[in-house]
């Protein structure tokens, strides 16, 4: 079987467009096509013999959408299908702006643009800015597709549990998901980790040893901070996704590899590829879609529904009650800036489990610099709650604008401080 290649399905086998080449990849259940995006031209989708791509889906309507390859980047619409068109889990009304790495849902058929068009870079194509839901939703679509994933985001944001949703959601789920740390090892030991090597292939080979690669088979191979591997190592990576098999060190014969191949940095690897220190033919391979996992600063909305099942999993493993989170811990949590994102949430809050002894957990158990410490601290932000309010009006987005916090937070905080809800009084 081919490296990329789904077993249920027919052999997928992407080899990533050159740059300057452009190409829309359509695959579904029981095909693939792959056509070039010509600048100027229009490639209907659909299930009719007249279309330009052929979707055999009974998903599929007629004449589905269009995809027009006009300027520099490429725009899907779609035709007044019955199914509707969406992308990145949205359904688009009229024109819309598909992205390098973006999926699209036409139908049950899903359509991603690989390569590149003139001077655009690849696009993230993570946190589509809906939500968190339509985020799960687009980790579902790329999960059941064959393509390559490359993970983006800041130390600690959670990109290996990003790879790890998408290998669990996937048809690989039931093959191993094997992991490799690209900065762990100097390049001859990352090589002998990632390639296998024979009996005597070097001093210390005392026994044959079977690669990563080899170990992922059926599965996924999950390459950690891929920003770091030396430039012989990619090269080396580089033939086994074009050859879809691996030759050991000192081996004579390769042996073949189906294996779906992840990645993740906190690296800039388009200032990597222009500094000569990254393949941009290995990046094209690996970035098939490109995930964008943004800083907790930046969606804050899930700072309390993590430290929540953080506490969870934290109680459980301890075999004691789940302790609350007081209005005031609350503040604090909001209130800090986690440079250190996810992991230094789930941190945090395990130490304040243990300081707090199964007790309610107060902003002094949770060590933060930026903690609202003090007796009156609750009381402070419950009076900045209520100025807010009164100035805004009862216009909950207004007043929600002038504390700095989402509205769906100044909810959460009118119900935690037993504020009765306002009503707007916009004139």
């Known amino acids: 079987m081919a490296v990329g290649s789904d077993e249920k399905t027919r052999s997928y086998a992407f080899d ?36 330009d791509i052929q979707i055999l889906h009974k998903s599929v309507s007629r004449r589905h959408a269009v995809l027009r390859a006009a300027g520099s980047t490429p725009v899907l619409e779609d035709l007044g299908s019955a199914n509707g068109t969406r992308v990145n889990g949205v359904p688009i009304e009229g024109p819309c702006p598909l992205t390098i790495g973006q999926v699209a849902e036409v139908g049950a058929a899903f359509v991603v643009v690989q390569g ?14 809906q939500g968190h839901a339509q985020f799960e939703h687009f980790l579902g679509l790329i999960a059941n597709s064959p393509l390559s994933v490359l993970i983006i985001g800041e130390t600690g944001v959670g990109k290996e549990v990003t790879a790890e949703t998408i290998h669990r959601r996937s048809r690989r789920a039931s093959g191993p998901l094997v992991r490799l740390n690209c900065a762990a090892f100097p390049q001859t030991l990352l090589e002998g980790e990632l390639f296998g090597y024979e009996k005597g292939a070097f001093t210390g080979a005392l026994h044959a040893k079977p690669g990563l690669i080899e170990s992922a088979d059926g599965g996924t191979l999950f390459l950690d901070e891929v920003g770091e591997m030396p430039a012989t190592t990619q090269a080396a990576l580089l033939r ?21 191949i992840l990645s993740a940095t906190n690296r800039d690897l388009q ?14 391979r690996l970035a098939g879609v490109t995930v964008n996992v943004v800083p907790l600063r930046a969606r804050r909305e899930r700072i309390v ?45 395990e130490r304040a489990l243990a300081l707090a002894e199964g007790g ?68």
Do not use: M
């Open 240 to 260: 086994v996704l074009e050859a879809r098999e691996v030759l050991r060190l000192g081996a004579l014969r390769p042996v073949a590899a189906d294996v779906r």
């Open 116 to 129: 590149e068009i003139g001077p655009q870079r690849a696009a993230s194509s993570g946190a589509p800015g």
């Open 16 to 51: 990533a467009a050159p740059p300057g080449r452009p190409r829309v990849v359509v695959f579904w259940d029981g095909g693939t096509i792959t056509r070039d995006l010509v600048p100027g031209q229009d490639l209907v989708l659909g299930r009719g013999d007249e279309c």
């Open 305 to 349: 529904p993590l430290a929540k099942t953080f506490l969870e999993e934290g109680a459980r493993n301890a075999g004691i009650a789940v302790p609350t989170l007081s209005p005031a811990a609350v503040t604090s949590l909001h209130r800090h800036t986690w440079p250190g994102n996810v992991r230094e949430l789930r941190n945090v809050i």
């Open 360 to 427: 309610r957990i107060e902003p002094h158990h949770l060590l933060l610099d930026d903690a609202v410490l003090g007796a009156h601290a609750e009381e402070d932000e419950r009076q900045r709650v209520v100025r807010a309010l009164e100035e805004a009006q009862g216009n909950q987005t207004r007043a929600a604008e002038i504390l700095g916090i989402s509205r769906r937070t100044l909810i959460n905080r009118i119900a935690e401080y037993g504020l009765p809800r306002p009503r707007k009084r916009d004139t």
């Open 271 to 284: 200032g990597l590829i222009a500094e000569g220190k990254f393949r941009r033919d290995l990046y094209y």
